[in-house]
């Protein structure tokens, strides 16, 4: 557990195709059914808090303190795309409409972060998920303590 810090805002990457929270996988076990993570998903949790804890250097949002949180996803380019669609992709003027969704990628990204940048992910009041196209495929997370004078 990383020890509380006034860290007021932070800002990371993560390389790589954006991920989505996947959903629970059932196993049965004799009368019982057992619920479960998938491992790609507990992988990507694990780099995402990785991440975060190389930049924080130990410090985490305090508890009870309301966070926004910024996410762009950048997905990468379809390779059979035409010079004028890729230029009009990277111009943000063709946004992708792929898997995985906005709501899937916020998710790993909260759970990721429960109990490494923040208590629990309820104090989140604020968030701005955007998906664009980009020849470095990846996503951008800034964590803020939210300005409580809106």
Known sequence: MMEAG?????????????????RPKFARQG?????YT??????HEKVVAALYEKVARGKRFEDKVPL?????????IPQAT?????KEMLEHRIRPVVKPDLDNIA??????????????????VNTRI???YS?????EIFIQVANVDL
Not at 82 to 86: A, D, L, Q
């Open 6 to 22: 006034k860290i007021g805002q932070i800002r990371f990457t993560v390389p790589g195709n954006p991920f989505g929270k996947q």
């Open 31 to 35: 009368q019982f059914v057992r619920t």
């Open 38 to 43: 998938p491992k790609e998903t507990l992988q």
């Open 68 to 76: 926004d949180i910024q996410i762009t996803a950048y997905y990468p």
């Open 82 to 86: 035409s010079k004028k669609k890729r």
């Open 107 to 124: 998710k790993l990204i909260y759970d990721a972060l429960n109990g490494v940048a923040w208590h629990d992910d309820n104090a989140i």
């Open 130 to 132: 955007c998906k664009f």
């Open 135 to 139: 020849e470095n495929p990846r996503v």
